[in-house]
């Protein structure tokens, strides 16, 4: 492939990096343009019309952001159980699902961390686009199995308990499953992991896809907390919010909240039940843009 700028200059305007390997661009004439990829970059699209090329260019997500001893973690909903974290220069990708297209704004992952092996957890296809060779996996053994060889080659398996520290981040598993009769068959226990992630001193707890266990409602000084809530799969808005006014996070952010037939859990009543005099501050945002 020639280079970018003999191929498209002087029409191309180039912001930021590349886009990665295998990405392209969409013409609006309806061609495709492949793009060369040496770091995820703030190019999106490609527009042509009448032999006129125009970068489009997008800043980065803002995001949230939370302090930490060591700077600000950022956090960046993606849809469903998906969504991007960074801190220190570090990109982790939670659960990235849905084509490589979501994750166009941001760096290449450091770090990917997968639940447990249900489509809107795992896309092994998505996991091969986005990952790099750099990249390291945490993942249950029952979702290494389903990896490719590469990305399998670059993953630690973590069974429940397992701990491990990797690029000054610290990964704990913990217990995932569902404790109603009826919904045991969707999530056996030691199946899939929560984790709980250490970064610069702050906490932080990804749910997974879970009910309201009481290794949830156990968990200590978690700063940030993912809670999910979508029947009938895992919980109702009732039994999460009970289990997080246990444990009490700093901060939860409400997701993976819609479940049979596309019916998305009431998170204002979740919101109203925590309250605003329990030192909860609730974050409610657009995890289906």
């Known amino acids: 492939m020639q280079p970018l700028t003999r191929t498209l200059a002087p029409a191309l305007l180039l912001i930021g990096s590349a886009l990665a390997p295998s990405e392209t661009a969409s013409a609006r004439d309806g ?3 492949e793009l060369p990829r040496q770091n995820r970059g703030r190019i999106v699209a490609l527009a042509t019309s009448h032999g006129l090329a125009t970068a489009i260019a997008f800043a980065q997500p803002t995001g ?12 960046h909903p993606i849809n469903h159980g998906t969504f991007v974290m960074q ?3 570090k990109t982790i ?17 450091d770090l990917i961390l997968i639940t447990d092996i249900h489509g809107d957890h795992l896309n092994a296809e998505t996991v091969a686009a986005v990952a790099t060779a750099k990249t390291k996996i945490l993942a249950p053994a029952a979702v290494a199995e389903k990896l490719p060889a590469g990305e399998r080659a670059q993953t630690t ?10 690029l000054c981040i610290n990964v704990e598993a913990v217990p995932m499953y569902n404790l109603t009769p009826e919904r045991q068959k969707f999530h056996t226990k030691g199946r899939g992991n929560g984790y709980v992630v250490t970064l610069g001193g702050l ?17 200590k000084n978690i700063d940030v907390a993912f809670v999910c809530m979508n029947l009938p799969y895992t919980m109702d808005v009732k039994q999460a919010a009970s289990a997080v006014l246990d444990f009490r996070p700093k901060i939860v952010y409400p997701f993976h909240y819609r479940g049979g037939g596309g019916r998305k859990s009431d998170v204002k009543l979740f919101e109203k039940l925590i309250g605003d005099d329990n030192g909860i501050e609730v974050r409610v945002r657009n995890w289906y843009p």
């Open 203 to 219: 906490r932080v707890y990804v749910s997974g896809d879970t009910e309201d266990i009481p290794e949830m409602r156990k968990l």
């Open 93 to 109: 990708y939670v659960d990235p699902v849905g084509g490589a297209d979501r994750f166009v704004a941001f760096p290449a992952p």
């Open 157 to 166: 398996v973590l069974a429940n308990s397992d701990q491990t520290e990797l």
């Open 31 to 33: 061609n495709r343009i």
């Open 64 to 75: 949230d952001r939370i302090p930490t001893d060591a700077g600000d973690l950022t956090v």
């Open 87 to 89: 801190w220190q220069g």
